[in-house]
């Protein structure tokens, strides 16, 4: 069974902090998506990484893959209250099964 | 373009029931995938279907079983229900079923299990 662990589980911070939330495994994984999700919505994708070492940057978010594909971290630069929500990463092997870590729960205080 | 919908919304079974839960999947999407999300966890895989047929499965008992139809909605069945069944039911659709593909996601249907 491959697992995905987040940390921190919670996070509360203020307004205009910077941020880092990982995702690790044992596993090797062909893909790995970042989602956030929304209480009483379902996730939304934000951010897909393939290569192994591979950085993308979305606005004030910046993801990235490890080396041997087995973990990945999300940094967020100058946290704003919109940024509130749970934050997801999902690992995809090529036998069409996906993992699903429990996420980071991220307060943003005004 | 019509995203994810899935229907009902909100769901109260007994134990020993069964249920339906439906999916119809984004325009132009012919892969759909049922996810299962415990309060406080992420979203669990049960299984995909592509094309009307089952394309992969995580680890769920044979109880939960789905469907795809030609349209490409989808049906996820539950028999026996059981307490721990207790979830949010969601589904996702995308264009294909290959790994790097989106994911779009409805809002879930709420089952609980008394």
């Known amino acids: 069974t491959q697992l995905l662990e987040q940390s921190p589980q919670f996070l509360s911070i203020q307004e205009g902090e910077n941020l880092t939330v990982y995702c690790n495994s044992s596993s090797v994984f062909s893909s790995l998506q970042w989602y956030r999700q929304e209480p009483g919505e379902g996730p939304v994708l934000l951010v897909t990484?393939?290569?192994?070492?591979e950085v993308k940057k979305l606005k004030r978010l910046t993801f990235q893959f490890g080396d041997a594909r087995k973990d990945s971290s999300l940094h967020i630069t100058a946290a704003q209250p919109g940024d509130t929500g749970l934050y997801l990463c999902a690992g995809f092997t090529n036998a069409g099964k996906s993992t699903f870590g429990d996420g980071t729960t991220l307060t943003v205080k005004p | 373009e019509t995203g994810v919908t899935q229907s009902p919304t909100h769901l109260i079974k007994t134990r020993g029931q069964q249920v339906t839960l439906r999916c119809s999947s984004q325009?132009?999407?012919?892969?759909v995938s049922w996810y299962q999300q415990a309060l406080g966890q992420g979203p669990q895989f049960i299984f995909q279907y592509y094309r009307e047929e089952e394309n992969g499965r995580g680890n769920f008992p044979p109880r939960f079983s789905g469907l795809q139809f030609p349209n490409y909605s989808s049906e996820l069945n539950v028999n026996a229900l059981e307490l721990d069944d207790s979830a949010l039911y969601l589904c996702?659709?995308?264009?294909?079923?290959?790994?790097?593909?989106?994911?779009?996601f409805g809002s879930g249907t709420q089952l609980s299990v008394l």
């Open positions: 990484v393939v290569t192994g070492g």
């Open positions: 325009s132009g999407h012919n892969t």
């Open positions: 996702a659709s995308s264009r294909t079923p290959t790994t790097n593909e989106k994911l779009f």
